[in-house]
């Protein structure tokens, strides 16, 4: 009995989350196609399809009805759009390279503070006067002599100070 009571509240926390995500499942259009047959979809109609013809979208989206335009209107209109819809690109391409470099910058200075971490850690092993061994180019493991270690330490101050603010 008890273990049944202690399982109640899982279940009823996995029910309120299968009810969450049941609006996203009924996200469909209905739509009739040029031979009269109705489609279901996740995604939108054609852009061919009129909006009479639409018999049903989700509650929380709305398709983008265009308006028709005169012919001299809409080429006007075309032709002074161009220089924005260049602007508009050019400060898109902007904005990415921008992006790019925040993300650039972001994990190079999180790299440094690693860096900066390791280096600091490995400092204060050294320094702390624990015998140490190294590793020597057969593997073999030898005890670190004092001149390694100073050279060790002498490497460490150099990455900290070049990593560490």
Do not use: F
Not at 43 to 54: E, F, L, S, V
Not at 108 to 114: L, S, V, Y
Not at 116 to 137: D, I, K
Not at 142 to 150: F, G
């Amino acid at each position: 009995m008890i273990q049944r009571l202690s399982r109640r509240p899982l279940g009823v926390l996995c029910a309120m989350a299968l009810l969450a995500l049941a609006p996203a499942a009924h996200a469909q259009w209905k739509w009739r196609d040029a031979d009269g047959r109705v489609q279901y979809s996740d995604r939108p109609p054609p852009p061919g399809i009129a909006d009479k013809d639409i018999l049903s979208r989700p509650s929380n989206t709305q398709r983008a009805i265009a308006m028709p335009a005169a012919a001299g209107a809409s080429a006007a209109a075309s032709a002074a759009s161009a220089p924005a819809r260049a602007a508009s690109e050019v400060s898109s391409r902007d904005k990415v390279d921008r992006e790019r470099k925040a993300a650039e910058d972001k994990a190079r200075n999180e790299a440094k503070a690693e860096n900066c971490r390791q280096a600091q850690n490995r400092l204060r092993v050294l320094e702390s006067g624990v015998r140490l061994r190294s590793g020597t180019e057969s593997g073999e493991s030898q005890p670190m002599t004092e001149a390694m270690r100073q050279e060790q330490v002498r490497q460490m101050q150099s990455v900290v100070s070049s990593n560490c603010n």
